[in-house]
């Protein structure tokens, strides 16, 4: 998502840490908007509104028709409760694609608003000069890697649920009965075998397909946005702690609260849109995980794909979580950091006017910026460390 860039065509610096390649950034930027056109929520101006609604839609009728088709098929096991906490686990997980696409359409002012207010900030950042430059780019890798590592292990889930179906299918005659690859129950009746059954096998990938690169996008696109935040904060903080010579250092500090500021109403924004996101993504993986260690035990009672599934699916919550918690904590650290360097520089011996003098207090007296799910939960370490406390408790409860 969002606007093309040409590559700068000044020359690195002869230093190390200045011949970061901006390709990095630039790299990053794309993988995220192919993820998010892989998953059907790519929202930028120059796309047509109908076409990102239609794309929208769909996802919106498959994860959702899928979640009603799980919920028919509890139905004739309601009174089993493995079967019931395993098939509530998979209708948790398929609404996500259905609320994360519900979230982007109806906020889809707010999103193209937040994109194009940070792209906007980091590019000048990025055209100063080349400390800010490095700075900005030091950390690219530290944000990209956890974005792709979710969509590798989410990935990996699926086909750790796919892959039995599938070599059922080829392995089974054409008389034989077979099943598909998560529980549910159509209107009709299902066909057991054949070009019918294929259509529904199809459908069910094409749902996988959601779950992989919906879920995924969002994901990276959050830590995207985190990156973008972090970064522009860490080059400001440079900018003052050591201002170039021909610099004026009070246009300096005005341009940076100004910034600042714009930057707390990306942050409000970022709130905005991903507030309902990330209450259900705390909510739902810590009942989750506590539900499957409850009902992997014992877990001398498993098979190995079983046992793979499990760990495959656990290790995706947890690492969602976490991400999400640790790029919270990232843009509060360096908030704190900016607030720490506008306090040790040169501000109160410099010729401020009143109205700039004035705006460099608001900014050291106000918080640091935090992402907070719905004004319910901050969302940072300490958040991810509630999620897994929770989750061992579980465990020990499960061998009373």
């Known amino acids: 998502m969002g606007r093309h860039h040409e590559q700068p065509s000044d020359a690195p610096a002869t230093t190390t840490v200045d011949d970061i390649p901006v390709h990095r950034y630039r790299s990053y930027a794309r993988n995220i908007r192919n993820l998010l056109y892989l998953g059907g929520i790519l929202q930028e101006h120059t796309r047509p509104v109908v076409q990102s609604y239609v794309t929208g839609l769909l996802v919106i009728f498959i994860s959702l028709s899928q979640v009603i088709l799980i919920i ?79 969509v590798i292990m989410l990935g990996s889930t699926v086909l750790a649920y796919l892959l039995p179906s599938m070599i059922n299918a080829i392995r089974s005659a054409s008389t034989a009965r077979l099943k598909m690859p998560f529980p549910v129950k159509f209107p ?70 100004e910034t600042h500021h714009r930057l707390l109403q990306s942050v ?18 810590a009942v989750m995980m506590c539900a499957l260690i409850f009902e992997a035990s014992p877990f001398t009672d498993m098979t190995i794909n079983q046992g793979c599934l499990l760990v495959c699916y656990l290790t995706l919550k947890l690492l969602q979580t976490f991400i999400y918690a640790w790029y919270g904590s990232l843009i509060t650290s360096a908030s704190e950091h900016f607030r720490e360097r506008i306090y040790f520089s040169e501000w109160p011996d410099s010729r401020l006017d009143r109205h700039v003098r004035a705006g460099v207090v608001m900014t050291m007296l106000q918080k640091p910026m935090t992402i907070t799910a719905l004004k319910m939960s901050s969302v940072n370490v300490n958040m991810f460390t509630n999620v897994s406390v929770e989750s061992v408790r579980s465990r020990q409860l499960s061998k009373s």
């Open 72 to 150: 028919n098929f509890i139905r004739d096991y309601s009174d089993n409760l493995l079967i019931l906490a395993k098939c509530l686990g998979l209708a948790s997980s398929f609404i996500s694609p259905f609320l994360m696409m519900c979230c982007f359409l109806v906020k889809r002012d707010k999103l193209l608003e937040l994109h194009k207010t940070l792209d906007d900030l980091l590019e000048k950042e990025l055209a100063r000069d080349r400390r800010t430059k490095a700075t900005i780019l030091a950390s690219v890798y530290a944000f990209a890697r956890p974005s792709y590592t979710v």
């Open 188 to 257: 009709w009746k299902m066909p057991s075998s054949g070009s019918l059954f294929c259509l529904h096998f199809l459908y069910q990938m094409t749902v996988c397909w959601c779950m992989v690169f919906t879920i995924g996008a969002v994901d990276s696109l959050f830590g995207f946005y985190a990156f973008q935040i972090s970064s522009i904060l860490y080059a400001m903080s440079v900018r003052l702690t050591t201002p170039r010579p021909d610099e004026v250092f009070s246009a300096v500090l005005k341009t940076c609260t």
């Open 268 to 285: 409000r924004l970022l709130e905005d849109i991903y507030g309902i996101i990330l209450l259900r993504m705390i909510v739902t993986n």
